[in-house]
């Protein structure tokens, strides 16, 4: 059975930086896509990056330049690097995984706790 286990998080000053971590199996590591999404209170949750299983990443017009994924196969953990925060990063962040990428949150069946991040003006 597939787990997330998510870490990281905390609150920061914009322009600050702050990283999440994502730690699942080898098998879900190596073949499939991991994703990280966020949601704020009364917002629809939305995608920020995602790794494919064959190391294709893609980002978020928002955090593109800002947001960085590392992913460490000696731990199977991907990590979320993020730089130049604005209060607008402000949201819990969850990390999620599926046997391939989804276009929609919803199509994704196995989910991390969630982590909060909080950037301050």
């Known amino acids: 059975q597939v787990q997330l286990q998510e870490s990281g998080g905390g609150s920061v000053q914009a322009g600050g930086s702050l990283t999440l971590n994502c730690t699942t199996s080898e098998y879900a590591f190596n073949t499939y896509c991991l994703a990280w999404f966020r949601q704020d209170p009364g917002k629809e949750r939305e995608e920020v990056a995602r790794?494919?299983?064959?190391?294709?990443?893609k980002y978020t017009d928002s955090v593109k330049g800002r947001f960085t994924i590392i992913t460490d196969k000696t731990t199977n953990t991907i990590h979320l690097e993020m730089s130049e925060l604005k209060p607008e990063d402000t949201a819990m962040y969850y990390c999620?995984?599926?046997?391939?990428?989804?276009?929609?949150?919803?199509?994704?069946?196995?989910w991390g706790q969630g982590a909060q991040v909080t950037v301050s003006s």
């Open positions: 790794v494919d299983y064959d190391g294709t990443t």
């Open positions: 999620a995984t599926d046997y391939r990428c989804w276009s929609t949150w919803s199509a994704y069946n196995i």
